[in-house]
Structure formats: structure tokens, C-alpha cells
T-cell receptor
Framework: GQQLNQSPQSMFIQEGEDVSMNCTSS?????WLWYKQEPGEGPVLLIA?????ELTSNGRLTAQFGITRKDSFLNISASIPSDVGIYFC????????????????FGQGTILTVHP | DTEVTQTPKHLVMGMTNKKSLKCEQH?????MYWYKQKAKKPPELMFV???????INESVPSRFSPECPNSSLLNLHLHALQPEDSALYLC?????????????FGPGTRLTVT
């Protein structure tokens, strides 16, 4: 099956620093999603990417869909304490007539800790 | 509004109990999902419903029984669970078609099996 490698596994940073994390896949996806999950809560969708090369921003967050369709990255600028949480990438490949619709392949997550 | 609600927030049940988890969305989404999530791990897909019909069952044990009474509601019936079934159970929903990639999650039900 498809595998997603997400790195780094964890990050400990100072408030105000920029953060970068990425996901790579052994095969192509035609959608990349980035989620954030805080303790005791469900994942919250941050950014959705649909086209190779697409660069999308959401406030201090910027994500890109890699040209090869096998990777994506998420950057957080000027981190603040409320950025703490686990960030998951998720990819989906929709095949015509196939059953892969609705199935997301998740990365293992990046645990972000921000020190004030 | 991208809200998916789940009840209860927490549930403790014995291995002989029968209980149900409930999920509701009012976004007009026609696809709904159940996921299981262990601590600090990614969500694992269990079931997918599209247009109120079960379309994907990820080889989930029969002690988990999903139900989709209408396009807004999704239930997960639990019976004779094992301690290893303790986890956060997440419901999600999405549109069909191109927008189906964007899945919106509820806050989850924290299940403890004793």
C-alpha cells in the first residue's frame, strides 16, 4: 500500500521561530491535506492542495504540493504557543471507477512544541 | 459552518456492555466516515458511508457495527469490545465529487473498555 513519510517526528522551538515539516510518498497523490490536532480534540483541516506545484497560504501557514506529486511541505511562520499540537499530512489518490475515493493516507505526524 | 458533532465525549464500558457512539453533521455532506485513533498516531479508517450506504469496511471486527439512519447522522454500535479497542473514535464527513477530499472531523469520543 501507499506509505507516507512525515518528518520531523517532533520539533521543539522557541516562540517566534519559523517551522517547516514535510511529507514524501512512494507513489503519487492528486490531493494533499494538512491537519492540526490538539490534545483531546479531532484533527482540524488547515490547508487543502489539489494541483502539482500549488502554493497555498492560510494566515501564517503556507503549504505546497510538490511538482512530482509525491511530496508536500507545510511552513509555519513566527510560531506562537497556540501552534502546539500534532500536525498530520494526508494524501489521496482518486482512481476513476476505483474504491480509493474517500480514503486518506496519513503521515505519522509531527509533534510541535513551542516554548514561550 | 464546518462542524461535526459527536456524543458522548467520553465513554467507559465493560466488555459485556452494548453502547453506541453518535455523530451528526449539517453541512449537507453525503459521505461520512468512522476512524479509530490511538494516542499520538494517525487516524485509521474503519468505515465509509456514501449516500447512506456502506461503501468501505476496512476489515473491522463485527463487534463494531455502523449505521447511517439518514444523511446527517452516523452511529457506531459497540458490543463485546476488548480492552485493546480503547481509543479515540473520530467521525468525519465530506462532500462527494471533487470536494470529497476535504474531510472534516468531529471532536471524537474517548472510549475506555474495562
Amino acid at each position: 500500500g501507499q506509505q507516507l513519510n512525515q518528518s520531523p517526528q517532533s520539533m521543539f522551538i522557541q516562540e517566534g521561530e519559523d517551522v517547516s515539516m514535510n511529507c514524501t510518498s512512494s507513489s503519487i497523490f492528486n490531493t494533499w491535506l494538512w491537519y492540526k490536532q490538539e490534545p483531546g480534540e479531532g484533527p482540524v483541516l488547515l490547508i487543502a492542495l489539489y494541483k502539482a506545484g500549488e502554493l497555498t497560504s492560510n494566515g501564517r501557514l503556507t503549504a505546497q504540493f510538490g511538482i512530482t506529486r509525491k511530496d508536500s511541505f507545510l511552513n509555519i511562520s513566527a510560531s506562537i504557543p497556540s501552534d502546539v499540537g500534532i500536525y498530520f499530512c494526508a494524501g489521496q489518490l482518486r482512481r476513476a471507477g476505483g474504491t480509493s475515493y474517500g480514503k486518506l493516507t496519513f503521515g505519522q505526524g509531527t509533534i510541535l512544541t513551542v516554548h514561550p | 459552518d464546518t462542524e461535526v458533532t459527536q456524543t458522548p465525549k467520553h465513554l467507559v464500558m465493560g466488555m459485556t456492555n452494548k453502547k453506541s457512539l453518535k455523530c451528526e453533521q449539517h453541512m449537507g455532506h453525503r459521505a461520512m466516515y468512522w476512524y479509530k485513533q490511538k494516542a499520538k498516531k494517525p487516524p485509521e479508517l474503519m468505515f465509509v458511508y456514501s449516500y447512506e450506504k456502506l461503501s468501505i469496511n476496512e476489515s473491522v471486527p463485527s463487534r463494531f457495527s455502523p449505521e447511517c439512519p439518514n444523511s446527517s447522522l452516523l452511529n457506531l454500535h459497540l458490543h463485546a469490545l476488548q480492552p485493546e479497542d480503547s481509543a479515540l473514535y473520530l467521525c468525519a464527513s465530506s462532500q462527494m465529487g471533487r470536494g470529497s477530499y476535504e474531510q472534516y472531523f468531529g471532536p471524537g469520543t474517548r472510549l475506555t473498555v474495562t
